[in-house]
Structures are given as structure tokens and as C-alpha cells.
């Protein structure tokens, strides 16, 4: 079992930054595959950024460019740096981890999530 936490969200002006934590429980934190989905108000969850345990990035268009997704495997932690934040940004992140799977973006592959963090973007 893994039990993840995120941390890090909060109220931001456009343009401005956060960075996103994903603690994790456990020692093997760092055989899994890590991902970060977001949700807001009357949408679906979608994928926003993945990092496979082979050190493999992925990003949603829609990021891409703005953001960073790592991991440091002796803290259990996963962060994902976003920048140039805009109001279209604003949802519910959840980190999420999974052992293996076919499609590191399909939120469905994935075992384990935390609560979630709320990331608002002000115009």
C-alpha cells in the first residue's frame, strides 16, 4: 500500500508560481510511476504530468512548457513546478502513483491517490 498526500496549492495571480508536493508512504516509492491529474468544478479529471520510475517525463499540452514534474526518491516526495500559471488552471490537483501500465496519462492505470490540492488562478 501507498498512501500519498499532496501539498502546496493555494491562491495565486496569473502569471505567478507554485510548486506542487506529493509525499509518499513506504520505501519503495521510487519503483513507482508517478502522476499528476487535475479537476475542476463540473469537469473530468484529466491528466496534467507523469514521471515513469525510469526517470521518463510526460506532460498534457496543455502544461507542457510551463511545467516541471520530479521526485526525489530518498524523501518519497514528487513535485510538480508550474509557472506562467493562468486562470484555466485553477482545479483540484491529485497525485497519483501505479506500479506498471500501459498508458502512463489514463488516469484508470493508476492504484494509488491522495486527497488532492486546490490550486486557484486569479485574473
Known amino acids: 500500500q501507498v498512501q500519498l498526500v499532496e501539498s502546496g496549492g493555494g491562491l495565486v495571480q496569473a502569471g505567478g508560481s507554485l510548486r506542487l508536493s506529493c509525499t509518499a508512504s513506504g520505501r519503495t516509492f521510487g519503483s513507482y510511476d508517478m502522476g499528476w491529474f487535475r479537476q475542476a468544478p463540473g469537469k473530468e479529471r484529466d491528466f496534467v504530468a507523469a514521471l515513469s520510475w525510469s526517470g521518463g517525463t510526460y506532460y498534457a499540452d496543455c502544461v507542457k512548457g510551463r511545467s516541471t514534474i520530479s521526485r526525489d526518491n530518498a524523501k518519497n516526495t514528487g513535485y510538480l513546478q508550474m509557472n506562467s500559471l493562468k486562470p484555466e488552471d485553477t482545479a483540484v490537483y491529485y497525485c497519483?502513483?501505479?506500479?506498471?501500465?500501459?498508458?502512463?496519462?489514463?488516469?484508470?492505470?493508476?492504484?494509488?491517490w491522495g486527497q488532492g490540492t486546490q490550486v486557484t488562478v486569479s485574473s
Open positions: 497519483a502513483a501505479r506500479i506498471r501500465g500501459l498508458s502512463i496519462a489514463t488516469m484508470n492505470e493508476y492504484d494509488y
